[in-house]
């Protein structure tokens, strides 16, 4: 579990499970490699590779590498 604060000042968790902070995300390979190893009987879905929270605040993303103990890239939603 962690915590962190965003650029807008809003503090995020993933102390609460289910939380609406977390995203699953994986690139089409890795969902079909995972589906591809996994039999009708059961199901092992891994943790994705990278670990994406959203603010619901300000809506900016951010791609953790917790093996690395940090967030790597950070998106913005862009003005019109
Ligand atoms: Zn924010």
Do not use: H
Request: with cysteine; hydrophobic share 40%.
């Amino acid at each position: 579990m962690a915590r962190m604060t965003c650029k807008c000042g809003e503090i995020l968790s993933n102390v609460l499970v289910p939380n609406d902070v977390q995203l699953r995300v994986y690139t089409d390979e890795e969902w079909d490699a995972i589906i591809q190893s996994n039999s009708m009987d059961s199901l092992a879905i891994p943790f994705p590779k990278y670990d994406i929270w959203r603010c619901y605040k300000c809506e900016r993303i951010y791609v953790c590498d917790w093996e690395y103990g940090k967030v790597i890239k950070t998106f913005i939603l862009e003005e019109d």
